[in-house]
């Protein structure tokens, strides 16, 4: 079965562009999270997404929002790119009657200059 | 109250030892507890959960040991092997409510030597 894929995998940008990252969850897993991971720490809740509303939020400014679409994949976009934004972008999808039990894809690892 | 603490922040022990990880908590609300183990470059894998009302888990060659009146649990690996080496994140989350936020640990660097 496959698991959470991520696309793209690499991503390097700068101060002040516009990122889209693209998640698909687990087939079945109609949940999806967005964590971000900076370097040598543990992932930072962001968003939490199922029946294509926000169902929960991190700490993190408006710059960051999401959107599940009807196929339950989900799209995370950041505005005005900063440089401490450069980190690995995590998601992960959960069966909503488990919505803590959580699978992660590989991450997209985003550098901003 | 949101946080969880985890040590140490790294560990070496010889091939076939016991590496065991520690996480405290303070939210008591929380009652879903994971363990992921992350490669360099690959997200983090669960491993291993566990609820405040069991004492100890065990899946192969992890096992949780849970304290809920000390409000710690901890991660044992047991005959620890060199491809182990990775890092370990705890985790806390309110299983019975309606988001799956987790909040992680600052985790841990394993290292097993051969």
Redesign the interface.
């Known amino acids: 079965d496959a698991g959470?894929t991520q696309s793209p995998t690499h991503l390097i940008k700068t101060r002040g562009q516009h990122v889209t990252l693209r998640c698909s969850p687990i087939s079945g897993h109609k949940?999806v999270?967005w964590?971000q991971q900076v370097l040598?720490?543990?992932?930072?809740?962001i968003f939490?997404y199922y029946e294509k509303e926000e169902?929960?939020r991190?700490n993190f400014p408006d710059r960051f929002s999401a959107r599940q679409f009807p196929n339950y994949s989900s799209e995370l976009n950041v505005n005005a790119l900063l440089l401490g934004d450069s980190a690995l972008y995590?998601c992960?999808s959960?069966f909503v009657g488990?919505?803590?039990?959580?699978?992660?894809?590989?991450?997209t690892r985003l550098t901003v200059t | 109250q949101q946080q969880v603490k985890?040590s140490p922040q790294s560990l070496i022990v010889q091939k076939g030892g016991i590496p065991i990880i520690n996480c405290a908590y303070e939210n008591t609300a929380f009652d879903?507890f994971?363990w992921?183990q992350q490669f360099p470059?690959?997200?983090?894998?669960?491993l291993i959960?566990i609820r405040p009302d069991v004492s100890e888990k065990k899946e192969g060659r992890f096992t949780i040991s849970f304290n809920k009146s000390a409000k710690q649990f901890s991660l044992h690996i047991m005959d620890s092997q060199p491809g182990d080496s990775a890092t370990y994140?705890c985790?806390a989350?309110?299983?019975s409510?309606?988001?799956?936020?987790?909040?992680?640990?600052?985790?841990t660097t394993l290292q097993v030597k051969p």
């Open positions: 959470v949940s999270s964590y040598g720490q543990g992932p930072q809740f939490q169902r929960g991190g995590l992960a959960s488990a919505l803590y039990e959580q699978y992660f894809g590989p991450g | 985890q879903y994971p992921y470059g690959k997200g983090p894998a669960l959960a994140f985790a989350a309110l299983g409510g309606n988001t799956g936020k987790l909040i992680f640990g600052q985790g």
